[in-house]
């Protein structure tokens, strides 16, 4: 099975900081990964696909790289509505067993 | 516009049984592999199962394997989880998503491009 680690798992962040975020698999998956935003109390909202592709109406602040077993995603100016809760997910396993990463918090410093 | 409504969710028993439900509207629901998603209270996100747009290919997490059972009726635009023999561990927000495919070389691979608001399953005695 394919294990998925993020880190740092928690981070504070000042609006207007640029922020990375990192995601590592245990095996290569090529650029099969995925970041979903999360904030409290919803569900989470797809950002990125396929480690580096813009998902319709998203951002353009957000970014996505890598590709084999490490991944980044990056946010180059932190904004009042981007504190939340990100998740990486690989998909080379697809179409079934997708995983999730654990998870990094983005709050407010 | 694309909906995604779970149902279905409430307090169990351990051991008990539970079938949430998953409304579909505003796409081609038969034409697309669908999958539930779960979190437990102030953890991350745990893909649970998925199922083939036609039911004919179902994919589990190993923790639920046995115990729970997807399934679809496309003429209904409904998915389903059946949930037996659960456990403590099982409380959770039980999402649905959609399972959206972009093409890779001759592969196709899946993101979740659509959920629901999610249903809270509580299992305690």
């Known amino acids: 099975d394919i294990q998925m680690t993020q880190s740092p798992s928690s981070l504070s962040a000042s609006v207007g900081d640029r922020v990375t975020i990192t995601c590592r698999a245990s095996q290569s998956i090529s650029s099969y990964l995925n970041w979903y935003q999360q904030k409290p109390g919803k569900a989470p909202k797809l950002l990125i696909y396929a480690a580096s592709s813009l998902q319709s109406g998203v951002p353009s602040r957000f970014s996505g790289s890598g590709s084999g077993t490490d991944f980044t995603l990056t946010i180059s100016s932190l904004q009042p509505e981007d504190f939340a809760t990100y998740y990486c997910q690989q998909s080379y396993s697809t179409p079934g067993f997708f995983t999730f990463g654990p998870g990094t918090k983005v709050d407010i410093k | 516009e694309v909906q995604l409504v779970e149902s279905g969710g409430g307090l169990v028993q351990p051991g008990g049984s539970l079938r949430l439900s998953c409304a579909a509207s505003g796409f081609t629901f038969s034409s697309y592999w669908m999958s539930w998603v779960r979190q437990a209270p102030g953890k991350g996100l745990e893909w649970v199962a998925n199922?083939?747009?036609?039911?004919?290919?179902?994919y589990y997490v190993d923790s639920v394997k046995g115990r729970f059972t997807i399934s679809r009726d496309n003429a209904k635009n409904s998915l389903y989880l059946q949930m037996n023999s659960l456990r403590a561990e099982d409380t959770a927000v039980y999402y649905c998503a959609r399972d959206h495919p972009y093409s890779s070389g001759w592969l196709y691979k899946y993101y979740f491009d659509y959920w629901g608001q999610g249903t809270l399953v509580t299992v305690s005695s």
């Open positions: 199922i083939k747009q036609d039911g004919s290919e179902k």
